[in-house]
């Protein structure tokens, strides 16, 4: 488990970044990594130390977001691109000129330059705030399409391999190790029906209809940030989880979390609907972003994607949920079991509204 901070080592790895600090404090709302914000005799920055815990291969995920910002810098510079410092995040290296520092206790820490004039949002309030934000996505997947290094680490192997995680929930299922099970008999049967669609996205892939790509894999207003004054998407945050993947996945991810009318933990599941205008605003942001970055079939696929990675979630919430709520936290009884029941219910919402919303995403192609 990754250990607690000491109140007086921020400032010191800081010192090893050269960062001259003159005040250190905790930033922003995240739950993984502990963030600070630094103010130094030569500006601001964010120091990061990632939590291990959840990504126990640290160094490989830096090696990822070094080669990723450098490769997104210099499309942005060969562009023309103006205030480049605020399009990608910069990384800060130690005196030593790395991009990374491991302090004594193998705790790796990181240095970003801090993005002043832009915010970033937890909720997508309209569809034009949709749009902007999936068209930054959009966009990073477009940036990145021309990548010619190394393949990067799966920072988390199979992270979206949904085959497996229909496995892992019918060995929950069958083990039922909290005795819950016959509860939510029906929710269990449906889920466990949905084998072909769970596995829909990988066999097109094997087929060799969809591409590796390089994939954000937490596709979220919040990791958008918004500039103060114009709305304008300035820069794509939380580069953690960027690997190889389907350029689907980032798409789906949107419109999981934005595509629908209720919160992802409601109790009341026969609410949950298909926000269309939503819909339609993430699909236009994301294909705009992206251009011509995508196949054909990355384009029309849209709408399968949201079923088969809200499908996903499904299987996640109920399965932790049959497991004693192990992985997800949660704040009341039933929690998970309240998410899972809206996952379904999106899925089958989107399969209702799948011709004409497949209809739409032909429109924009």
Known sequence: MTRAVPDDLPAAVADVFE????????????????????????????????????????????????????????????????????????????????DWHVDPDGQVWRVFLFIGGATSHDVVSEPGQAYTAAYAFGRFQQQLSDYEGPRLYETIPRFHDTVKRYADFAAVVAADPCGRAAEVREETDWLLG???????????????????????????LSN??????????????????VMPGLSLYDFADLCRSGATTVAEDDPD???????????????????????????????????????????????????????????????????????????????KALQRHESSLNAFVAGLS
């Open 19 to 98: 960062l001259e600090p003159l005040d250190v404090r905790r930033y922003g709302g995240g739950h993984i990594n502990d963030t600070y914000l630094v103010t130094g005799r030569r500006g601001a920055y964010i120091l990061q130390r990632i939590n291990d815990t959840v990504f126990p291969r640290p160094l490989e995920l830096m090696e990822n977001v070094s080669r990723v910002t450098r490769h997104v810098r210099a499309r942005l510079v060969a562009d023309g691109a103006s205030d480049i410092d605020r399009r990608v995040l910069t990384l800060v290296p130690t005196g030593d000129g790395s």
């Open 194 to 220: 949905q084998r072909e669609l769970a596995g829909a996205m990988l066999s097109l892939q094997a087929e060799g209809v969809l591409p590796e790509r390089i994939t954000h894999n937490d596709t979220k």
């Open 224 to 241: 958008v940030l918004l500039d103060d004054a114009t709305g304008e998407a300035v820069c794509v945050l939380d580069l953690d989880t």
């Open 269 to 347: 599941a026969s609410k949950v609907a298909v926000d269309v205008p939503m819909f339609e605003a993430l699909a236009e942001g994301y294909l705009s972003g992206a251009g011509s970055a995508l196949l054909p079939a990355e384009r029309e696929l849209l709408v399968l994607a949201g079923e088969v990675m809200t499908l996903e979630q499904a299987y996640r919430f109920l399965g932790d949920h049959l497991a004693g709520d192990t992985y997800y936290q949660t704040s009341r009884p039933g929690q998970n079991l309240d998410r899972a029941r809206t996952q379904i219910a999106l899925v």
